[in-house]
């Protein structure tokens, strides 16, 4: 599947990766609930901690909503563990060492900081209703009032 078939109202791509602990998790296994499935750059750097953060103070009414939160990097499972140990993130991490997934949801990119180009994950979040449907896409995020932006568009 391309990364072109990823759009809003189209079923989200399934995927298989390794969490924080080592152990396999498929996006499919959480149909019955709502995603919001995120993507960010690197554990522990300003804007993902923020944006990590802003998701861990959000959990309340994520949860109360009926969603999941799972973020994806290219950091390894110790890298996650680190993170979420540090912060006290109540979600799970998973790696996206080989890019795989990043591709497939067409957030890897040749990025520009500083004037030097490097392919890296451009910060990007999905919201996937209970059917496995992308609700809504959040591409090139804006950390600040990010949570609230996803909330509103999961629903109630």
């Known amino acids: 599947m391309s990364a072109t078939m990823i759009e809003e109202g189209k079923i989200a791509p399934d995927f298989e990766l390794p969490d924080q602990t080592g152990k396999l998790v498929k996006l499919s296994s959480f149909r019955g609930r709502k995603v919001v499935l995120y993507f960010y750059p690197k554990d522990d750097t300003p804007g993902c901690t923020r944006e990590a953060c802003s998701f861990r103070d959000s959990m309340a ?3 109360g909503r009926g969603a999941e939160v799972i973020g994806i990097s290219r950091d390894d499972k110790l890298s996650h563990q680190k993170f979420i140990e540090k912060y006290s993130l109540p979600f799970i991490l998973l790696s996206d060492e080989q890019s795989e997934v990043c591709k497939l949801y067409d957030v890897y990119k040749l990025k520009n900081m500083y004037g ?8 990007s979040t999905f919201a996937i209703d209970e059917q496995g449907n992308i609700k809504k896409i959040f591409r090139k995020v804006s950390v600040d009032g990010h949570a609230q932006e996803v909330l509103q568009a999961i629903g109630d």
């Open 61 to 63: 009414d994520l949860k």
């Open 116 to 123: 030097k180009e490097s392919m890296g994950i451009v910060r």
